[in-house]
């Protein structure tokens, strides 16, 4: 079976930290772009979702949105078929379902670095995140 497991979400504090795990099986990727991204509460419907992070496939490039940018960061250990996020001082507009996904094979980095959902095509079942006292 091919698929994306995230797992790690929870409740926790204004200003605590977790670290989510967006693991493969089936396939290996560190032959793809990787992009981690959230759907807020009442946004399901819609299907809006904010692209948080992503990391290219080589490793060498990171991106973040400006609403985390130096407080999540993005990783991948490839000897474990996994890309991390790790998301410190979290606030409760963190709140979400956090979502990874790997960009289609032919996306360039410079098409996934967009964060933009229309380059990714394979997507983990979402793990949630919720920032609350």
């Known amino acids: 079976h091919v698929q994306l497991v995230e797992s790690g979400g929870g409740l926790v504090q204004p200003g605590g930290s977790l670290r989510l795990s967006c693991a493969a099986s089936?396939?290996?990727?560190?032959?793809?772009?990787v992009g981690w991204f959230r759907q807020a509460p009442g946004k399901e419907r819609e299907g809006v979702r904010e692209?948080?992070?992503?990391?290219?496939?080589?490793?060498?490039?990171?991106v973040y949105a400006d609403s985390v940018k130096g407080r999540f960061t993005i990783s991948r250990d490839n000897a474990k078929n996994t890309v991390y996020l790790s998301m410190n001082s979290l606030k409760p507009e963190d709140t979400a379902v956090y979502y990874c996904a790997t960009a289609a094979a032919s996306s360039s980095w410079y098409e996934a670095s967009t964060m933009h959902g229309s380059f990714y095509d394979f997507w983990g079942q979402g793990t949630q995140v919720t920032v609350s006292s």
């Open positions: 089936g396939f290996t990727l560190d032959r793809y772009h």
């Open positions: 692209g948080v992070s992503c990391i290219s496939s080589s490793d060498a490039s990171t």
